[in-house]
């Protein structure tokens, strides 16, 4: 919206011909959703507590009885200032960023009713596994019908480290990328378990797609880089980095001990926004690198329970593995940091992989 207010006056006054450049507008997008983050956190924990919008703790389980009613729904804070971000500096007339917010918005609801639900009953349920992956695969699959249907879409798949071998998967890449931003979705919401743990991955993640969606959209430093030409797709950088300026705010807030939980309105909508971003900018693989946490967190538990249902037995103390190092006695700032910090590593792979093919 700022960016059609202020850059039609560029005449009047030379500055605004900034407004133009998309890493200004990302960098304005980052401060002003971290600044609404700040703005609206105080207020957002208040009204939550008011409302008694409470975390429920399972009862089995490492011992978190003392979080036991902070307010939950913080991702709320980060959706808002997000949105707000990206509708003052994105250009609006590009359809990425109508299929991301769409994507976004839709899984923020679907979490917001598990989030109310679990409130509502008093414990953690909430929705039922299956309605709600019936739910996300039905968003999904819109959302990838909306990008394979799309005229300017080729159906090549990119492989990191490898630059000449892309093959194309023909009708196959609607279920593929259905699948990725489901995978993607529940990832982040596994992961969601202790104070800051998911946060920290989503804005490294989100700060490492913001260099590839330039990338991609920048026809020079596609073909320099060997990556494929997304005319449009540098918009998402805007995103990005707005989800990067509203998870720091929420990490404010979030940090141990945590006055606000993200809730499954926030992992599920961002882990959902990230997935739908790799697929946008086709690094669809290149997910599975740079979001390496989520997916030992989602494979930790399938491992757990197909063990459990075929031998008896369980491989790991507790799972997601983020409660298997609680059960061994890591304290849980000491499990937040490292995983960030392989995060970062994992970043900083996905980014070299872009030059050694």
């Avoid at 194309?168 to 202790?194: C, E, K």
């Amino acid at each position: 919206m700022l960016y059609y207010l202020l850059f039609p006056l560029r005449d009047q006054f030379g500055g605004f011909n900034v407004v133009q450049y998309i890493t200004f507008r990302t960098a304005a997008a980052t401060l002003t959703a971290l600044f609404i983050s700040f703005l609206v956190g105080p207020w957002l924990i208040r009204r939550l507590a008011t409302l008694r919008i409470g975390q429920p703790i399972r009862e089995i389980g490492p011992d978190h009885q003392a979080k036991e009613g902070t307010p939950t729904m913080g991702g709320l804070l980060i959706l808002l200032s997000l949105g707000v971000s990206v509708f003052l500096w994105a250009d609006l007339t590009n359809r990425f960023v109508w299929i991301v917010i769409g994507l976004t918005a839709g899984y923020g609801v679907l979490g917001f009713i598990d989030d109310y639900r679990k409130v509502r009953e008093g414990h953690s349920a909430g929705i039922s596994a299956r309605t709600k992956i019936m739910w996300q695969t039905a968003l999904a699959a819109l959302v990838a019908l909306a990008i394979y249907t799309d005229p300017g879409f080729d159906r090549e798949l990119a492989v990191p480290f490898f630059k000449d071998f892309t093959p194309n998967l023909g009708w196959l890449y609607v279920p593929l990328a259905t699948f990725i931003i489901v995978a993607a979705s529940n990832g982040v919401n596994l992961t969601d378990g202790l104070d800051g743990l998911a946060i920290g991955p989503v804005m490294i993640a989100g700060g490492t797609f913001l260099m590839l969606a330039y990338a991609a959209g920048h026809a020079g430093i596609a073909e320099y880089l060997g990556i494929k030409s997304v005319p449009g797709a540098g918009q998402l950088a805007i995103f990005c980095g707005a989800l990067v300026g509203g998870g720091l705010g929420f990490l404010w807030f979030n940090a141990s001990p945590a006055q606000l939980f993200m809730g499954d309105v926030g992992a599920l909508a961002l882990g959902g926004a990230l997935g739908t971003i790799a697929v946008l900018i086709r690094q669809e693989i290149l997910l599975a690198v740079v979001g390496g946490i989520f997916v030992v967190e989602t494979v930790s538990v399938m491992i757990q329970v197909v063990s459990f249902k075929l031998t008896g037995k369980r491989v790991f103390l507790m799972a997601p593995i983020h409660h298997h190092y609680e059960k061994l006695g890591w304290p849980e700032q000491k499990i937040v940091v490292r995983f960030w910090i392989v995060s970062i590593i994992l970043g900083l792979v996905a980014l070299s992989s872009l030059k050694l093919r």
